[in-house]
């Protein structure tokens, strides 16, 4: 099994990678539902993330806001999820985040797209990977029916009308996976941020080997949910009940506004991320309900790496920044 391909965040590396293209093969075979179902073992690696706030049934923010309108009770079924599909998870146990200054936090945003008719639809969630690039999911960016957005507001360390920065994008980019085949394997895409962020280190992510994800013990995924109150980003934690070449799944519950999300595991100081938020369960021969992200394969590394460069590229006659 080949190792990790992980990022360096802004450390000197290589030249820039391949251009971005999309796979062409159809789906690898799946990994058996025996191997991906098993719990991970104790001495399991990937770190738990402590620094989470209020669960959704004590965060007086959340109880002020669910008294003023109809809400399901804790168990019962939960809004529709991501791409309009019913909500797969029965139990919420999403927790608020307050501390949206502080890492890993602060290296989320959330993502608003407006339209060539000027009117903002579909917002989401997205993830800092450079100075001047944050990854989301495709559907944020280029919508079948109307095409690209006309520009895409980014909001940094936002909890509620508060926020650490504001920024508005220079560039979109995408795959053709998506743009073209409409293909939910390929939803994903970046952002190139016109000014940089001033924030103080960014995500790293991994292309990680299917024996090192059937180890992990501790998945976390965090966005910027409708279903909550506006402007407040909640996240959740759980181990992956199954993957293939293309997909992560999950249990870990989520809403509309959370796509392009960060799903990543924690390494000592590092936040790692593994896949990128698109969707409620779509099939795909899972027996329980569950979530899933893009997963980050070696393609999808190297287009990161790409639009990574295209947002900063190296000084003449120097390394990569």
Same mark, same amino acid.
């Given at each position: 099994?080949?190792?990790?391909?992980?990022? $360096?965040?802004?450390?000197?590396?290589?030249?820039? @990678? !391949? &251009? #971005?293209?999309?796979?062409? /093969? *159809?789906?690898?075979? $799946?990994?058996?539902?025996?191997?991906?179902?098993? @719990? !991970? &073992? #104790?001495?399991?690696?990937? /770190? *738990?993330?402590?620094?989470?706030?209020?669960?959704?049934?004590?965060?007086?923010?959340?109880?002020?806001?669910?008294?003023?309108?109809?809400?399901?009770?804790?168990?019962?079924?939960?809004?529709?999820?991501?791409?309009?599909?019913?909500?797969?998870?029965?139990?919420?146990?999403?927790?608020?985040?307050?501390?949206?200054?502080?890492?890993?936090?602060?290296?989320?945003?959330?993502?608003?797209?407006?339209?060539?008719?000027?009117?903002?639809?579909?917002?989401?969630?997205?993830?800092?990977?450079?100075?001047?690039?944050?990854?989301?999911?495709?559907?944020?960016?280029?919508?079948?029916?109307?095409?690209?957005?006309?520009?895409?507001?980014?909001?940094?360390?936002?909890?509620?009308?508060?926020?650490?920065?504001?920024?508005?994008?220079?560039?979109?980019?995408?795959?053709?996976?998506w743009t073209r085949?409409?293909?939910?394997?390929?939803?994903?895409?970046?952002?190139?941020?016109?000014?940089?962020?001033?924030?103080?280190?960014?995500?790293?992510?991994?292309?990680?080997?299917?024996?090192?994800?059937?180890?992990?013990?501790?998945?976390?995924?965090?966005?910027?949910?409708?279903?909550?109150?506006?402007?407040?980003?909640?996240?959740?934690?759980?181990?992956?009940?199954?993957?293939?070449r293309y997909v992560?799944?999950?249990?870990?519950?989520?809403?509309?506004?959370?796509?392009?999300?960060?799903?990543?595991?924690?390494a000592g100081d590092?936040?790692?991320?593994?896949?990128?938020?698109?969707?409620?369960?779509?099939?795909?021969?899972?027996?329980?309900?569950?979530?899933?992200?893009?997963?980050?394969?070696?393609?999808?590394?190297?287009?990161?790496?790409?639009?990574?460069?295209?947002?900063?590229?190296?000084?003449?006659?120097?390394?990569?920044?």
């Amino acid at each position: 099994m080949p190792p990790s391909r992980l990022s $360096r965040g802004h450390d000197p590396g290589p030249g820039p @990678p !391949p &251009p #971005a293209r999309p796979a062409a /093969d *159809p789906l690898a075979a $799946r990994v058996s539902n025996a191997a991906a179902r098993t @719990p !991970p &073992p #104790a001495d399991g690696w990937g /770190d *738990p993330e402590l620094t989470f706030g209020d669960d959704a049934f004590t965060d007086p923010v959340y109880l002020s806001w669910l008294a003023s309108r109809k809400y399901p009770a804790k168990g019962e079924a939960e809004d529709p999820g991501d791409g309009g599909d019913p909500g797969p998870v029965s139990s919420d146990f999403r927790q608020r985040v307050v501390v949206t200054d502080q890492v890993p936090w602060r290296w989320v945003c959330s993502v608003r797209p407006v339209w060539a008719d000027g009117k903002e639809r579909g917002g989401g969630t997205g993830w800092l990977i450079g100075r001047r690039t944050v990854v989301t999911a495709g559907h944020c960016l280029f919508d079948p029916s109307l095409g690209w957005a006309a520009r895409v507001e980014v909001y940094f360390g936002r909890d509620e009308g508060a926020r650490q920065s504001t920024h508005v994008s220079d560039r979109l980019h995408g795959v053709v996976g998506w743009t073209r085949d409409h293909d939910p394997r390929y939803d994903y895409g970046a952002v190139l941020l016109a000014e940089p962020v001033r924030a103080d280190g960014c995500f790293r992510y991994a292309a990680e080997p299917d024996d090192r994800l059937r180890g992990l013990r501790a998945a976390h995924h965090v966005g910027y949910p409708s279903d909550r109150p506006p402007g407040t980003l909640w996240g959740a934690s759980g181990p992956l009940i199954d993957f293939d070449r293309y997909v992560l799944r999950y249990r870990m519950p989520s809403a509309r506004g959370q796509s392009g999300g960060p799903v990543f595991y924690k390494a000592g100081d590092d936040r790692v991320v593994i896949g990128i938020h698109a969707y409620a369960d779509r099939g795909g021969g899972v027996r329980d309900p569950a979530n899933q992200a893009v997963r980050i394969t070696p393609d999808v590394y190297d287009n990161l790496r790409a639009w990574e460069e295209l947002a900063e590229p190296p000084p003449a006659g120097g390394p990569p920044r």
